[in-house]
């Protein structure tokens, strides 16, 4: 065991875990699957003195459809959503961003609230749930409270969330025939942290596509919706599109990539996944 | 291929004995040796690359829960506790260099993130880790020297003051003269600069020591993951605490990987000694992953500078290079050995009349450097292949043509190549046109064709090596029982090779014991009388001809008293399939049984002693040459520059297989992590020497879905150099798969006029270059 010293506690009810964690003036942390907090505590990148394990609250893994939407309970684990033929039916582009996250064993653990909540820049689900114009449900102190995906990620490991907000659940408006996805990513290895990737739906009317979503990941802080490229879309111009994302897109490089290799990648991952948005719904 | 299940015998694929122990969790590793009162050590490591150490303040961490005790350079220093003294070259008879020894603890100066500047010791590795944050260090940053490049340039930042230059050592071998004037003369030269890039072992059990202090015997027993414990023993006892090695006993248990980075002893196995002998309870340090990046020693970081002179037909006439080994913070143990393989191998498998290298190994403020698989063998290697293939362009021939026509044919056997080393054996034509045929060398154009179809550039690549493997003596002890069953005692260490598997395969075929009934011991000071571990590929020629001289041995011992049993003369006997027969008769007895004979209580022959035992022992004196082969293709997205690995064939010439399923396990590990080197792995430092590949989210090993199936066989050459004709295979895969897959990317890059490249071939670099090119192009 590597980790400084932490109390712990195991939480009953939701309202148990917000509860604890007002108790803590915001100083705990939830422990979910526990894949990125338990390596972060082991590093000593953080020391929190209390967790607060929601792993055994009832009912905080159901996946489901209620009135057009499909919704994932906060410790669903990736394996779970991976293998959810509910997911694969109503949300198509969860079910194929789920292979690229991590490995097996990870999956086995990690969970879909932990993912969102921890926000990482380079995470495939933030991403697909803003293309999927998915709503976050929190409890806090003061009660439940939705947030659009969109309005959640707000920077580099940063969200919504309070210190003493949980995130409950995630409800993805249910696909429609007219629905279609597109998922690229491209990583060291696969498994890996993208390098960039790109998540996207939209809606099809004959021969055009509406309502196009594109949702680059780790290009940025939070996951970046690229709206120059998206109107180039709806009209038809892919060209257009990729010219556009040197406007959309402001990519930092990191210790492999320089900016520059990220754009030109960006468009390479425009150009697949805009024909996989034009293919018919299988 | 198969296991052969119920036929143990030389040669036949085995499977190994260990994996049931380790595949189901019951390996025994250092980390899980936890003593009564076990106490825990954890290093404060410098986060500085090159920093003065104005003060240290152990009294916040002193008076924190727990804590046992707090070692600093001046605790070491009152204890009159010795440094870690590495062999160097002048030991052998070359030039003074400069002898980098490492303290335990660093006193007044840290020379690369990481360098161990505390050891705080207590109940809990937990509690020694809170402990040793509040351990305050005061340091004053210097700048540092991070390249080989940068460490010799003028005026550079002395890393050790006395040392101007930051030269540890040089090393020359060939006829510089000679060399000079056929360059002189040549019709063509073909130069290289190239980057061996430094890469980690990551080994999958990271290091560990334990040590136990007996107070009552002033002596201590240590466990610690090496891949050498006798050599540990001397080197601890004598150089750190000089004491004699009876007051040391160091055990080495299961070793879960070391590919040479455990080879040497580090500060951490004498710390948790001094520590342990200081509270009087053991102290057990077990490295994180973090650390292990931080503080394992490296290998490769080389920069050299060759050249290959020609006649007009193609045919080589010289050989020359300067090379650059960057040895880090200090000169470990064996790192000689790096630069000494690889100018001794300079001229490769080439007949060339004239050679010169001429090597520095140069003091940087990193992580030290030592031996890592192939020790510059793969160094060697990757500068004559890299050469060979430029010259195929340059000289618009065939570079597999071109390797035909200068491969030292197997008629100039035994050669001596430009460095005076001498091959004793190898069909190097022969083993090229076998690799060709597995690898369906006639298919690829058309296998190009289709790629190409695909949007993606295909490229071909070859490359021959040759090392030279094997070093020092070894001794490997047989020892029966009252059972009359067998102890194998192994001198040397394997840590995931399978020797308790191959080295019981053979003794039951030479002796006729069951191979269920032969122990294995190895690893223990106390138990196994002498030893020098394993690298260097070593076990088979030196472990393997040991034993074999210790059963010939046992034979030799248990004659005369076989002869007795059978009321014959010893003369008459003949020993065959583990028994000892009267020749012309069906009188016959099994060694088996002989043996049980010497542990008789009473009424033994007056000139027998107690038990049957035997001492064996065997020198690579000469060593062996094995070689080999490799071919590969491989596919390039030109959109994303990510590269597939998508065919890869090996034809080795390893002398004689002991057991195809582990050689064939050593030469796929090797390719592997040739691969890496190749593709993906990089160890980073930004100027100020810190460490920008710390974790395994920046440092890339390949995953088993990044390696194609590997085609290939062995050609088995007999090696002339020892009675099994056995070659070392540890090294191989390593050796011959980075000028391989380099020169499948050249290959495919070759459209786009880029005619260089440095290793690691990510996809991000690959991409910028063919970027470039075309913007070039454009
Ligand atoms: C080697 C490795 C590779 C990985 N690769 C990828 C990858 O390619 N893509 C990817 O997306 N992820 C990757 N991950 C991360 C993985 O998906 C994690 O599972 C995920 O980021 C966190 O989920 P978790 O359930 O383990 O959360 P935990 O580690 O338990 O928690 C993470 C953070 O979220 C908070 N938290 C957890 N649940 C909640 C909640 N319900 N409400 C509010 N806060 C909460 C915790 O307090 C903590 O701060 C990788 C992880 C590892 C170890």
Same mark, same amino acid.
């Given at each position: ?16 875990? &917000?509860?604890? +964690? ?55 684990? *990736? ?10 039916? *109503? ?8 292979? *690229? ?143 556009? +994302? ?17 754009? *030109? ?7 697949? &996944? ?9 | ?96 260099? =400069? ?32 402990? @040793? ?126 590919? /040479?980075?455990? /080879? ?5 196995? @004498? ?78 498998? %080439?007949?060339?009349?004239? /050679? ?107 490359? %021959? ?30 840590? /995931? ?37 394993? =690298? ?14 210790? @059963? ?125 080197? @190749? ?100």
């Amino acid at each position: 065991m590597k980790p400084a010293a932490f109390a712990y506690a195991k939480a009953h009810s939701i309202e148990h875990a &917000v509860e604890l +964690l007002g108790k803590h003036d915001g100083e705990a942390r939830l422990l979910a699957g526990g894949q990125s907090l338990i390596a972060s505590l082991n590093m000593r990148l953080a020391s929190p003195p209390m967790l607060v394990d929601i792993n055994d609250i009832a009912g905080l893994d159901r996946i489901d459809m209620t009135d057009g939407h499909v919704l994932i309970g906060a410790m669903a684990r *990736h394996a779970d959503v991976e293998r959810s033929s509910i997911i694969a039916k *109503h949300a198509p582009l969860i079910s194929r961003a789920m292979p *690229h996250i991590a490995h097996a064993a990870i999956r086995n653990r990690g969970t879909i609230g932990g993912s969102l909540a921890y926000a990482d820049p380079a995470a495939e689900l933030p991403a697909c749930m803003v293309a999927l114009g998915a709503k976050l449900e929190i409890a806090g102190l003061q009660g439940r409270r939705v947030v659009a995906a969109e309005d959640f990620f707000k920077g580099m490991f940063e969200t919504a969330l309070g210190p003493n907000d949980m995130l409950v659940a995630v409800h993805v408006p249910a696909a429609t025939a007219q629905t279609r996805v597109g998922f690229e990513e491209l990583a060291r290895r696969h498994g890996d942290y993208a390098i960039v990737g790109l998540a996207a739906a939209a809606q099809v009317a004959g021969a055009k596509l509406s309502d196009v979503r594109l949702v680059y990941f780790s290009v940025g802080d939070a996951p970046v919706r690229a709206r120059g490229a998206e109107s180039a879309i709806a009209a038809g111009d892919i060209d257009g599109a990729a010219a556009a +994302l040197s406007k959309d897109l402001l990519p930092t490089a990191d210790l492999e990539s320089s900016a520059e290799v990220k754009l *030109h990648l960006a468009g390479v991952l425009l150009r697949r &996944v805009v024909r996989q948005l034009q293919e018919a719904r299988a | 291929m198969d296991a052969v299940v119920g036929k143990f015998g030389i040669g036949q694929p085995v499977r190994r004995v260990e994996d049931q122990r380790f595949i189901t969790g019951k390996g025994r590793f250092v980390d899980d040796v936890t003593l009564p009162q076990q106490a825990y050590g954890v290093l404060v490591m410098s986060p500085h690359g090159h920093a003065t150490i104005k003060s240290i303040n152990t009294k916040a961490a002193l008076a924190a829960e727990g804590v046992l005790c707090i070692l600093t350079a001046k605790d070491l220093a009152d204890e009159k506790i010795g440094m870690l003294i590495p062999a160097m070259p002048e030991d052998f008879g070359a030039p003074k260099g =400069y002898r980098a020894s490492r303290p335990l603890l660093a006193a007044d100066r840290a020379r690369c993130v990481g360098d161990r500047i505390a050891f705080v010791v207590a109940e809990t590795e937990e509690l020694a880790r809170s402990a @040793a944050e509040l351990v305050e260090v005061d340091y004053a940053p210097l700048p540092a020297v991070v390249t080989v490049e940068q460490a010799v340039a003028k005026d550079a930042q002395k890393i050790y003051d006395d040392n101007p230059g930051n030269i540890a050592f040089i090393m020359a071998m060939g006829n510089k003269e000679k060399t000079d004037e056929v360059f002189a003369k040549a019709k063509h030269v073909v130069k290289l600069k190239i980057n061996n890039n430094r890469v980690s072992a990551n080994s999958i059990e990271t290091r560990a020591a334990n040590a136990d202090y007996a107070a009552e015997s002033d002596s201590f027993t240590l466990y610690t993951t090496s891949q050498n414990p006798h050599g540990t023993r001397s080197q601890i006892a004598g150089q750190v605490f000089k004491i004699p090695e009876t007051r040391l006993r160091v055990i080495s248990p299961d070793v879960g990987g070391g590919f /040479g980075m455990k /080879g040497s002893v580090y500060p951490e196995d @004498a710390l948790v000694m001094v520590a342990s002998r200081r509270i009087s309870r053991p102290v057990k340090w077990t490295s994180t992953r973090a650390e292990a990046l931080l503080g394992d020693a490296h290998g490769r970081d080389q920069v050299v500078t060759g050249e290959l002179a020609f006649d007009d037909s193609g045919k080589i006439l010289g050989i020359r290079a300067h090379s650059m080994h960057a040895v880090g913070s200090h000169v470990t143990a064996a790192a000689f050995a790096i630069s000494m393989f690889s100018v001794k191998l300079l001229s490769g498998v %080439y007949d060339i009349p004239a /050679g010169f290298i001429f090597a520095q190994a140069v003091l940087t403020n990193t992580s030290p450097m030592a031996p890592y698989r192939g020790a510059g063998r793969p160094e060697a290697t990757y500068l004559v292949e890299r050469l060979i293939e430029r010259a195929a362009v340059i000289l618009k021939m065939d570079p597999i043509a071109l390797r035909m026509k200068n491969f030292v044919p197997k008629s100039k056997m035994p050669y001596t190549n430009t460095s005076g080393i001498v091959y004793d054996s190898g069909d190097f034509a022969h083993v090229t046109q076998e690799c060709l045929k597995l690898a369906d060398y006639d298919g690829f154009k058309k296998r190009r064709a289709e790629s190409k179809k695909n949007g993606k550039l295909r490229g071909w690549g070859l490359a %021959y090596f040759v090392e030279e493997a094997a070093i020092f003596n070894d001794r490997m002890d047989l020892r029966f029982d009252p059972s009359g069953q067998v102890t194998i005692l192994a001198g040397t260490h394997s840590h /995931g090779q399978g020797h308790a598997t191959v080295y019981a395969q053979m003794v039951s075929e030479w002796l006729g014991v069951p191979f269920e009934n032969i122990r294995f011991i190895q690893g223990d000071t106390n138990e196994v009388p002498m030893g020098r571990g394993t =690298y260097g590929s070593r076990s088979m020629m030196v472990g393997g001809n040991a034993l074999k001289n210790a @059963a010939d041995q046992i034979v030799e011992k248990a004659k005369p008293m076989a002869a007795r049993m059978l009321e014959a003369a010893a003369g008459d006997l003949e020993f065959k399939d583990g028994k000892f027969k009267v020749v012309g008769t069906d009188k016959a007895i099994e060694l088996t049984n002989v043996a049980k004979a010497f542990y008789a209580p009473m009424f033994l022959p007056k000139d027998v002693g107690v038990g049957l035992e035997s001492a064996g022992t065997f020198a690579a004196e000469p060593p062996c040459y094995p070689n080999g082969c490799h071919t590969c293709e491989i596919e390039i997205d030109t959109q994303t520059g990510v590269i597939a690995l998508v065919r890869y064939t090996a034809v080795d010439d390893v002398g004689k297989v002991m057991n195809h399923l582990l050689a064939e396990g050593q030469v796929h590990g090797g390719i592997a992590q040739g691969m890496g080197q @190749a593709l993906m792995e990089h160890i980073v430092y930004d100027n100020s020497g810190q460490l920008l590949s710390g974790s395994f989210m920046d440092y890339a090993m390949p995953r088993a879905e990044d390696i194609p199936d590997l085609g290939g066989e062995f050609a088995e050459v007999p090696s002339t150099t020892n009675p099994l004709g056995v070659k070392g295979c540890g090294e191989a895969g390593a050796t011959g798969a980075p000028p391989a897959i380099m020169a499948a990317l050249l290959d495919a890059l070759k459209p786009y006029g880029i005619e260089e490249f440095d290793m690691p071939a990510t996809p991000q670099r690959v991409w910028a270059a063919l970027n470039k090119a075309s913007v070039k192009a454009a």
